[in-house]
């Protein structure tokens, strides 16, 4: 069983609708958790990152985190074509720098 | 722009070579990582430099290594290619005291034949 579990997708919504994107986790130990955002032929973008549990958000973006039940979310409001891209769950352990990924998931927002 | 360059952008190669690829990390970055993310697939820690020795390693045998120099940039080495190491490789650099914060390059992307 990976430590991080994100659905592959794709996934394909239409320009403005409200994106969800998930990912679980096994590892309780984790408590620094990141959206990356990866472009084809891109290397991966920081989007969010939490401590911790609870919620974040940054323009369109919201970033939630329920340690409890060991599951992350990223919502996307008014979702643009711009948005289409890879989306990547990461997480890491305190006082670690290693990242754990998701496997991602490919989103298409058609206008 | 994350300030983290790569090169070369594209490698071909064939089974049994060897290959070295390269990072430019942010200035004043004096940790860089390394990663491979297979097709369809998350990338997968292969090891840290921090202050030019390794500081962690991943699931990678010793046929991949690494150097990190005083000038912010690094290499990844990975000897007796195989097939399975076609993939998009990563170096991520950040602050000693903000590991958290990762800035990817735009990495190299490996075919071995």
């Known amino acids: 069983q990976k430590e991080v579990e994100q659905d592959p997708g794709p996934l394909s919504v239409p320009e403005g609708a409200i994106v969800s994107l998930n990912c679980t986790y096994s590892?309780?130990?984790?408590?620094?958790f990141m959206w990356y955002r990866q472009y084809s032929r891109k290397g991966p973008e920081l989007l969010m990152y939490?401590?911790?549990?609870g919620n974040k958000e940054d323009g369109r973006f919201t970033a939630q985190v329920d340690k409890s039940s060991k599951y992350i979310s990223l919502f996307i409001r008014d979702s643009q074509p711009s948005d289409s891209a890879t989306y990547l769950c990461?997480?890491?352990?305190?006082?670690?720098?290693?990242?754990?990924f998701g496997q991602g998931t490919r989103l298409t927002i058609n206008p | 722009e994350t300030g983290v360059t790569q090169s070369p952008t594209h490698l071909i190669k064939t089974r049994g070579q060897q290959v070295t690829l390269r990072c430019s990390s942010q200035s004043g970055h004096n940790t860089v990582s390394w990663y491979q993310q297979a097709l369809g697939q998350g990338p997968q820690f292969i090891f840290q430099?921090?202050?030019?020795?390794?500081?962690g390693r991943g699931n990678f045998p010793p046929r991949f290594s690494g150097l990190q120099f005083p000038n912010y940039s690094s290499e990844l080495n990975v000897n007796a290619l195989e097939l399975d190491d076609s993939a998009l490789y990563l170096c991520a650099s950040s602050l000693e005291d903000r590991g958290d914060t990762q800035y990817f390059g735009p990495g190299t992307r490996l075919t071995v034949l």
């Open positions: 590892n309780s130990a984790f408590q620094y």
């Open positions: 430099y921090y202050r030019e020795e390794e500081n």
């Open positions: 990461a997480m890491r352990k305190g006082g670690a720098q290693k990242l754990v």
């Open positions: 939490t401590y911790s549990s």
